[in-house]
DNA sequence: TTAACATTTCTATAATATTGGAAATGTAGA
DNA sequence: TCTACATTTCCAATATTATAGAAATGTTAA
């Protein structure tokens, strides 16, 4: 991963309502919940939802799928992992295993 | 970690200077670097380097200390850890292992 | 004390992000 | 087709963030 998608991957969480959102999309699973369950759950009105889900959506952190007048949201996690990877890479490296997360192998 | 602690870290890291800085910091081990070294190893002036450290200093991701006239400042590998592990756990999870960083135990 | 240097604060400017109402777009069912 | 509904786009107002010169602060060494 480069530096400049790290960078978007991270602005696309650092802000509480996509966070939220995000975190959502993760509990939810696989199958995803629509924009509306989403913008209903958190108290989000629509506009300000999609602006927010556009966001995560460039980041690569969530997907979508069109299902007759509904668009499901759901998280991507192999992207989540990429930027978790490039972290514990290049943001917990020199004194090695320092951040490492702690597993219980 | 709260969600408010966690995206003062995000938004941290958001962004690439921010995001630079902090790597060398990495990099440089517990040792650390003058404000100096930092801003001539990343071409930055005084004033944006001062405004970045402190962005990272608020989030707990850095430390600094003084020494004689210069402040060294040196990553916080702790609070980088609590981050990691507060996405590991709660952006990463419904599907469990999914986005668990690749390990060999 | 005085000069040199490191860093921060002050300040202004420019750029970017957030919010949400209203209108537009697209889909499903009557 | 017509209507209801889900979502997005358009738009404007507001708020936040980034940049960096100049001045201020604090420290060391002569």
Redesign the interface.
């Known amino acids: 991963m480069k530096?400049?998608t790290?960078?978007v991957a991270?602005?696309a969480?650092?802000?509480?309502t996509r966070?939220?959102i995000?975190?959502l999309l993760?509990?939810?699973?696989?199958e995803g919940v629509a924009a509306g369950g989403l913008g209903e759950e958190l108290g989000i009105p629509p506009a300000t939802l999609s602006f927010h889900l556009k966001a995560l959506s460039h980041a690569g952190l969530v997907k979508s799928r069109t299902e007759g007048r509904f668009v499901i949201y759901s998280?991507n996690?192999?992207e989540?992992?990429k930027?978790?990877?490039y972290?514990?890479e290049?943001?917990?490296?020199?004194?090695a295993g320092?951040?490492?997360?702690?597993?219980k192998?």
Do not use: N
Not at 13 to 16: G, K, P, R, S, V
Not at 98 to 103: D, L
């Open positions: 530096i400049e790290a960078v991270l602005a969480l650092a802000q509480e966070l939220s995000f975190r993760v509990q939810a699973g696989k998280a996690y192999a989540m992992d930027l978790i990877a972290l514990t290049h943001c917990c490296a020199g004194d320092q951040c490492a997360p702690v597993r192998c």
